[in-house]
Each structure stands twice: as C-alpha cells, then as structure tokens.
C-alpha cells in the first residue's frame, strides 16, 4: 500500500472501518472517492470485493475479484473471492473451474485448496475433492475439523471421519 496516495489510503481506511461496523454502502461511497488512476490496485480491488460481498452484490463481487486475479495473480484472496463470489453468482461449478488452475499453488494461504474443495464437492466432483483435502491435512491437520463441520463437504463426511 505504499505505492498509493494519502488520498488512496485514506478511502481505504475509511472503508474498511465502514465494512466493521456493517455500513457497506458507506465502505463503497468511500471507495468511490479513490482517485481513478489508482482504482485498480490490488489493494483497492481487494476492499472492493469485501465491500461488494457484504452488500451481496456477487455479481460485482466476482467482476471485481476477476480484475484482481488478472493485477495480482499471485495475491491468494482475489482467487478466494473470485470462488467465493462465483459461487453465489453462477454456481460451485464455476467456482471450481476458477480456481482449478491455481489449487496448490497458495502453500502460505490454504483456503483457496479448502474452498476449491468445497466447490469440488458441491459439483460432484468428488475424487477432486478429496485430493484437495488430503495435500491440505497433510500441511495442516487442524483442516479436517473445519472440514467436519462444513456442509458443503456433507456428501463425503464419512471419508472425512475415517481420516
């Protein structure tokens, strides 16, 4: 965020203080008032797909994730929104095409592999699934009670508890 105006970070804070306190049109007016040329930093982007995802706009959401994707591919949260929005705008399908590519690829931030799971199990995909699961309880056992709990992994809770 150093690279941004005091302008630019300002909005930003302003934003995320709006988002903590529920106010999601207020986070997007402040959001508005990011200069232009500076409207397509990840970091802006980021702020935009919290804000859109907590007015439920999943639609913008996930167009707002897509730009960030393409600015900052190697930023794990804009694949997590790009599934998490897709989800709710399309399908789990989508969700799980989206993220398909880039699965394992985020070590440091493993739930982009737990939502590429879930999407996967929603789908029918379900050795898909599993295999996330499995890189992922290897890396981190502490997954598989989150996985337990998860509805979206309904279809293959009795593999999760032989785990």
């Known amino acids: 965020m150093d690279d941004l105006s005091a302008e630019a970070k300002h909005a ?3 934003a995320a203080g709006f988002r903590e306190l529920g106010m999601a ?8 008032r990011v200069p232009a040329g500076e409207s397509g930093h990840p970091a802006v982007l980021l ?6 995802a907590a007015r439920e706009n ?5 167009d707002r994730a897509l730009s960030l994707t393409s600015a900052a591919p190697s930023m794990a949260a804009g ?3 790009l599934g998490f929005a897709l989800r709710r705008a399309e399908s789990p399908a989508a ?13 440091e931030e493993p739930v982009v592999d737990y939502n590429f799971a879930c999407y996967a199990c929603l789908d029918g995909q379900i050795d ?8 992922l309880f290897a890396t981190d056992p502490k997954w ?20």
């Open 12 to 14: 930003l804070i302003e």
């Open 25 to 32: 049109e207020d986070s997007a007016a402040a959001l508005s």
């Open 47 to 52: 702020a935009w797909c919290e804000t859109e």
């Open 58 to 62: 999943w639609t913008a959401a996930r």
């Open 79 to 81: 694949w997590f929104w």
């Open 95 to 107: 969700a799980w095409r989206a993220l398909r590519p880039v699965v394992g690829g985020f070590s």
């Open 128 to 135: 898909q699934a599993k295999a996330s699961l499995d890189r």
């Open 144 to 163: 598989r009670e989150c996985a337990l709990r998860d509805e979206d992994l309904l279809a293959i809770r009795d593999w999760l508890l032989s785990k």
